[in-house]
């Protein structure tokens, strides 16, 4: 139908004959061609098109008119998907201005494109797809079921296929990728020229003349026909198809078919053999063969079109689509490669070298593999190596031993064949690594005995404190960056536990193949090492990774049954690092045992535990703890520190560094008294020191006595001692744990931590004479008594002094043995070892309703001392004495410190109106 309105012509009116005249006017105008969108808007679609998803269409049919645009509006790959037919007329356009990438069009019934289109689109179709003449199509065009046929003077910039349909190119045509079909006819007209390969499985396969190919053609039962003048720059092979050459024409490979007969035109040059196993070789007058008139059975070596480097263990089969990998290699050790000789199509030339043909030598070197660089530009390793090919070889042949001694992140092998003008360079289309095969740790500073077993070796680090590690790989050229496995460490012999390990590597330089790292830390005492692999580059050998050249996660050195060693590069075991000791000792106060030193004591407060101890008196600081401790924050117990790496010798005393102050105002002193360690009158004298560490805590027990001045002083309300602790690594405290001043004065500073604080005063026992009737039991006073600076005091806090008494006779007749010391136990010594008749006489007692002998309820420094009546008739006097400690003894007569004694006297008191005491 028309595509223009039809007319019918009637005789006029005026106007009508104006407005019929405008009418034949617009008849004579071409029809405006339409411009169809796709994009997000679906009203700018063709008819019968919609938008399934996001940059996916579908249309039942499509149609296009001469002229018409398809122009694709999106910024992602577009797919069209056509059920019906496809139909492009004359000199449409199909994302004539858009990349090929960008449109993908499946067409499900029979696609035809007229002449002159141009298109950018891979076409995919299921029936019979024709282009007309002189198009331009800049993707590739298939089908599964139909015929193709392209239009003399076209274009395809892509590859052409059919599985089963005849493939026709018209002459003059140009096919920049592969012509294939499996099982139909391809016929191609004078003058194309294919730059890729021809083939097809069943089918025949025509060249018209002057054809040009760039590539291979194939068949394996079809007849191959090429037309006089045509130029072939690879082989032409079948397996039981016929072979025809026309005249004049040039192949550069071979012509060669198993079982068809091969027919080559006059005139026609032919570089490589030709030869048919079992079918006629005919060649026309003037034909070349190899460079010389044919005889019959000519075959000669075959140029190589490039060159590959591959694993002697791979592709034994070798064919254009295969891969040819490359493995990881070690530095310092020989390795192999195969290298082969290839066909323009990438198939193995077996006819590098023919029987009977001379040998050919390539020169073989290893080359940076890095980046996009030109083979010949590349940087050579090392020297080139010259590799001899023979006839047997079939263009395989396994290289010299190969090897570098430095570490590459990537190579490749390139081969220079200067048989040919001018010399054929390649280099292996894929690259390998070359890596260290582990790495040496050391330590410039962590270094006193890397057997790891001398507790007391010199060049110590503290615990947590920074050194250095270099790792040395094994090559130089490495420039990687080791990575630190903390979990793969061991410690030293007999150690409780490993400490934590933190720091890490730079980057290493490739002058020495070493990296350095010099913020380690390591968190315990003693030594460590690093076991096998704790140390690991993943990352040197990643472009081999990703490609599978090695063994993933593996740093093994051997090569598995794959043929490849591991990508990782790991560290050798090291020698032990250190000696680490702590960083401080974190001090804890004990308890402060008054009164008692030795076996005495307990680490426990008794129910009448003292507050006080009397100058001269021991006293025991028991159960305060160091803890050797790491530098880390917040730092924690260095438990290694135990055994022959414990160096704080607890019996030592002066590993301690005591001392002792009085504070009377509380703060920093500047009005205090500072005792002065040592044996004499009032010095601190510590008596003994003792301690166990475990698992890095010392507890420690240490029993003192501040000796006695012969002048009465004190009292020290306020003592404090602390501890300046100090081992033979000379380890201590921290500055900040340190609250006593051990000096007096402005100037003095905390020097010390506390451990203990009590009282300690100055003491005596006082005994006074008394009288009474010898009806009457005779109250005495006998009581501790404290130094308050300025008189003696009664000590009410001392319910611990015990005294032996001894009653004496001074008077005839002897009364000592009518009297005693009313107890019902003795605890005194002279005891009456019976029930006492009058409560509140007992010896000691304590806890008393009433008053005791001097008014003071209870035993609270008094010790409610009752001497027994003697009884009517045993009037007289008798001595009584208390022996007591020394600490408590006194100057009653003269200098000399004494026990007290007085006299106590029954029935014979004098008559005194007024007496007076002085002491």
Request: glycine share 12%; with cysteine.
């Amino acid at each position: 139908m028309s595509r223009y309105p039809s007319v019918v012509v009637r005789k006029p009116t005026r106007l009508v004959a104006l407005l019929l005249c405008l009418s034949l006017l617009l008849v004579g105008m071409p029809v405006q061609a339409i411009d169809f969108h796709f994009s997000s808007d679906a009203n700018s679609l063709p008819a019968g098109c919609s938008i399934i998803s996001a940059d996916n269409y579908v249309c039942s049919s499509l149609t296009l008119a001469a002229g018409d645009t398809l122009t694709v509006v999106s910024t992602a790959p577009v797919t069209l998907k056509i059920d019906g037919a496809f139909t492009a007329g004359a000199s449409s356009f199909v994302n004539a201005t858009g990349q090929v990438a960008d449109l993908t069009i499946s067409v499900g019934a029979a696609a035809a494109l007229g002449a002159n289109v141009i298109a950018n689109a891979n076409i995919i179709g299921s029936a019979a797809v024709s282009v007309g003449a002189d198009s331009k199509l800049g993707g590739s065009i298939s089908t599964v079921g139909g015929a193709i046929v392209l239009g003399a003077g076209s274009t395809v910039v892509g590859a052409v296929s059919t599985d089963s349909g005849a493939l026709t190119v018209g002459a003059g045509s140009n096919v920049t990728g592969n012509v294939s079909t499996v099982s139909g006819a391809l016929t191609l007209g004078a003058s194309s020229q294919i730059v890729g390969n021809i083939s097809t499985v069943t089918g025949a396969i025509t060249l018209g003349a002057l054809f040009n190919a760039d590539g291979s053609i194939s068949t394996e039962s079809g007849v191959i026909s090429v037309g006089a003048g045509s130029v072939v720059k690879g082989s032409i092979t079948s397996t039981s198809g016929v072979i025809g050459v026309g005249a004049n024409s040039q192949v550069s490979g071979a012509i060669a078919s198993v079982s068809g007969a091969v027919t080559v035109g006059a005139d026609s040059v032919v570089s490589g053999g030709v030869a048919s196993q079992t079918g006629a070789v005919t060649a026309g007058a003037g034909v070349v063969v190899c460079g010389s008139s044919y005889a019959a059975g000519s075959v000669c070596s075959l140029n190589a079109a490039a060159f590959d480097c591959l694993e002697h263990s791979a592709n034994q089969t070798l064919d254009s689509t295969s891969r040819r990998p490359l493995y990881t290699r070690l530095a310092g050790q020989t390795f192999a490669f195969d290298v082969v000789a290839l066909q323009v199509n990438g198939n193995l030339q077996t006819s590098y070298v023919v029987n009977g043909g001379p040998s050919k030598t390539l020169s073989l070197e290893l080359v940076d593999g890095a980046d996009s660089t030109a083979c010949e530009s590349r940087a050579a390793v090392g020297s080139a190596q010259s590799l001899v090919l023979s006839s047997t070889d079939q263009g395989r042949k396994v290289s010299p031993a190969l090897g570098v001694t430095s570490a590459y992140a990537s190579l490749r092998c390139r081969i220079r064949d200067t048989t040919v003008s001018p010399a054929l360079v390649s280099c292996s289309s894929e690259s390998f690594a070359v890596r260290p095969s582990g790495f040496t740790v050391t330590s410039p500073d962590a270094n006193a005995d890397p057997s790891g077993s001398g507790a007391s070796a010199a060049s110590v680090i503290k615990a947590g404190a920074q050194f250095g590690l270099t790792a040395t790989s094994s090559a130089l050229g490495y420039k990687g960056t080791p990575v630190l496995d903390p979990s793969q460490l061991q410690a030293h012999a007999g150690a409780l536990q490993v400490g934590a390990l933190s720091g890490s590597f730079g980057l290493a330089s490739a002058d020495i193949g070493a990296a350095s790292g010099i913020n380690f830390r390591y968190g315990e005492v003693g030594y460590f090492r690093l076991n096998a692999g704790a140390l690991v580059d993943s990352s040197f050998t990643a472009q081999d990774q990703a490609a599978g050249r090695c063994v993933a996660g593996s740093f093994s050195n051997q090569v598995d049954a794959s043929g490849r060693i591991g990508c990782n590069i790991g560290s050798l075991e090291s020698p032990f690092f250190g000696r680490f000791i702590p960083d401080h000792f974190a001090v804890s106060a004990g308890r402060f045992a008054n009164r008692c030193s030795g076996a005495a004591c307990t680490d426990v407060a008794g129910p009448s535990e003292s507050r006080f101890t009397y100058a001269g008196e021991d006293f025991s600081i028991r159960s305060f703890t160091l803890s050797a401790s790491n530098g880390f924050a917040p730092s924690s117990i260095t438990r290694n520190y135990d055994g022959a790496f414990a160096r704080f010798d607890a019996t030592a005393a002066g590993n301690f560094g005591f001392a002792a102050v009085n504070l009377t105002d509380g703060t920093t002193p500047t009005s205090a008294t500072a005792f002065a360690n040592g044996g004499a009158a009032g010095q601190l004298q510590l008596l003994s020191s003792e301690g166990q560490w475990t698992e890095g805590v010392g507890r420690m027990s240490a029993a003192f006595r501040l000796n006695r001045t012969a002048a009465p002083a004190g009292p020290f309300e306020a003592l404090r001692i602390g501890i300046d602790p100090l081992d033979l690594d000379q380890v201590g405290a921290l500055t900040g744990d340190k609250s006593l001043a051990s000096q007096v004065g402005t100037s003095a500073v905390n020097d010390r931590v506390l451990i203990g604080s009590s009282i300690i005063r100055h003491g005596r026992v006082r005994l006074k004479s008394s009288c009474i009737s010898e009806l009457q039991d005779l109250p005495l006073s006998l009581r501790a008594e404290y130094w308050d600076g300025q008189f003696w005091r009664l000590n009410a806090d001392d319910i611990g002094t015990r005294v032996t008494l001894s009653i004496a006779p001074v008077s005839t007749p002897d009364i000592s043995a009518k009297t005693c010391v009313l107890e019902s136990a003795n605890l005194s010594g002279r005891g009456c070892a019976q029930p006492v008749a009058v409560a509140g006489r007992s010896f000691l007692q304590g806890g008393l309703n009433g008053t005791d002998s001097q008014g003071v309820a209870g035993f609270a420094g008094n010790f409610n001392l009752w001497l027994k009546s003697p009884g009517a008739g045993n009037s007289g006097g008798v001595s009584v004495s208390a022996a007591v400690p020394t600490w408590l003894q006194f100057a009653w007569q003269a200098s000399t410190l004494s026990n007290p004694v007085v006299n106590a006297n029954f029935g014979s008191c004098s008559p005194v109106i007024y007496k007076r005491e002085n002491f």
